[in-house]
C-alpha cells in the first residue's frame, strides 16, 4: 500500500467533499490531471451517513464499507495494514487527492491534502506505522521550521510534512513538497489544466459530497476527461459523465462501462448484491457517456451491521 494513498484510504468511503471544493486549490501541483475530495463531516451528517454509519467512528466505518462494496480480489484490504492510521483517520475533516496517474521515468506526482486539528505527532506515529508494516525505512529532516517525514529509500520514498496547523501535506516526490510550500507562501500560483478545471467547475460539493474530476489524458487519445459524483441521501445516487472526441468512442466506451458493471453484479461474492441493486445504466450521449445508478439505502444497511 503506497503512502499517501494509505493515508487517504481510511476517509475515501466516509468522507466527501463537502461545499469547500476551492480551499486547497492554490495548492494544486501543475502537473495535476485529476482532483478528489472528500469531506468527513459532510458524510456522517448526511441522512444516509446517519443512517449507515450511525455512531462508529471512521476508521471502523471505511474498513466495513470496503468489506461491503469491494470483492478481495478487486481491493483486498487487510485490518493490520488500516491499523496504524486510526488515529489519524478518525480525527480527519477533509481529504483532497490530486495529482498525475502518469510516471514519466518515476513515481506519478500526487499530493494529499490532509485537513484537521491534528498533532504532528499523530501523522509521524502513522508513517512508522506504515513504514513497519511495509518493511520500509522512516526518517525525518529538518525543512526550514519544518520537519519533513519520509518512508522508504531514496529511489521510493514517499513524503509527508505539516503546512500548517490544520493541513497535512503527503507527496510521491520531493519536488512536490517545494512546489505546494512556495504556493501556500504566495511565492507561485496554481496552474491547473484546463480540460480539469472545466470538469471541477461541474462539481457541486454541497449537493455530492463524494467528487472525482480527470481531466485530458493524452495517454489515452479521444478520451477528454469527466467528472464522477455521489450524493448521499436517502440512497447513494451516483453519476459519471466522460468526454470523447468521437462518438464511436463514446459508443465503445458506453459499453465497457456496463461490462465492468455485468461483472461486479454477477459475481460470485458477498458484494455483487450491492452493485447488482444498484441498477447502473450507460448511455451515450453524443460524444459524451453518462452513467447513472443508485445504492438503495436499506442494503446498504443490511450489509453493512454484517460486518465485525
Not at 495529482?99 to 512508522?128: F, H, M, Q, S, T
Not at 458493471?261 to 445504466?281: E, M
Request: net charge neutral.
Amino acid at each position: 500500500m503506497r503512502f499517501p494513498l494509505a493515508l487517504a484510504l481510511p476517509v475515501v468511503l466516509v468522507a466527501p467533499a463537502a461545499g469547500r471544493a476551492g480551499d486547497v486549490a492554490a495548492l494544486y501541483p501543475d502537473s495535476a490531471i485529476f482532483a478528489f475530495g472528500i469531506d468527513v463531516k459532510e458524510i456522517q451528517n448526511s441522512p444516509l451517513g446517519k443512517k449507515v454509519i450511525g455512531t462508529d467512528k471512521p476508521f471502523d466505518a471505511t474498513r466495513k464499507l470496503l468489506k461491503v462494496l469491494f470483492p478481495d480480489e478487486v481491493m483486498s484490504v487487510t485490518d493490520a495494514a488500516l491499523k496504524p492510521l486510526e488515529t489519524v483517520a478518525n480525527k480527519l475533516e477533509r481529504v483532497t487527492v490530486v495529482g498525475d496517474i502518469i510516471g514519466r521515468g518515476g513515481p506519478p506526482p500526487i499530493a494529499v491534502y490532509l485537513e484537521g486539528e491534528i498533532d504532528e505527532d499523530d501523522y509521524i506515529k502513522a508513517a512508522k506505522g506504515i513504514a513497519k508494516a511495509e518493511d520500509k525505512e522512516f526518517k525525518t529532516e529538518k525543512l526550514g521550521d519544518r520537519q519533513l517525514l519520509i518512508v522508504g529509500d531514496d529511489r521510493r520514498a514517499m513524503y509527508g510534512l505539516a503546512v500548517s496547523k490544520s493541513l497535512f501535506l503527503i507527496a510521491t516526490t520531493r519536488d512536490l513538497i517545494d512546489e505546494v510550500l512556495d504556493k501556500h507562501a504566495g511565492k507561485k500560483k496554481a496552474k491547473v489544466q484546463k480540460a480539469l478545471a472545466g470538469w471541477i467547475a461541474k462539481v457541486k460539493p454541497a449537493e455530492t459530497p463524494i467528487w472525482l474530476a480527470v481531466g485530458e489524458l493524452k495517454e489515452l487519445q479521444g478520451i477528454l476527461g469527466g467528472v464522477a459524483t455521489i450524493a448521499l441521501k436517502a440512497d447513494a445516487d451516483f453519476r459519471i459523465e466522460i468526454g470523447c472526441d468521437k462518438e464511436d468512442l463514446a459508443r465503445d466506451l458506453a459499453r465497457a462501462t456496463e461490462s465492468v458493471v455485468d461483472y461486479l453484479s454477477r459475481a460470485k461474492t458477498p458484494q455483487a448484491k450491492v452493485w447488482a441493486a444498484a441498477n447502473i445504466t450507460a448511455k451515450q450521449d453524443g460524444k459524451t457517456v453518462v452513467a447513472t445508478g443508485s445504492i438503495p439505502g436499506k442494503i446498504l444497511i443490511e450489509e453493512y451491521v454484517k460486518q465485525k
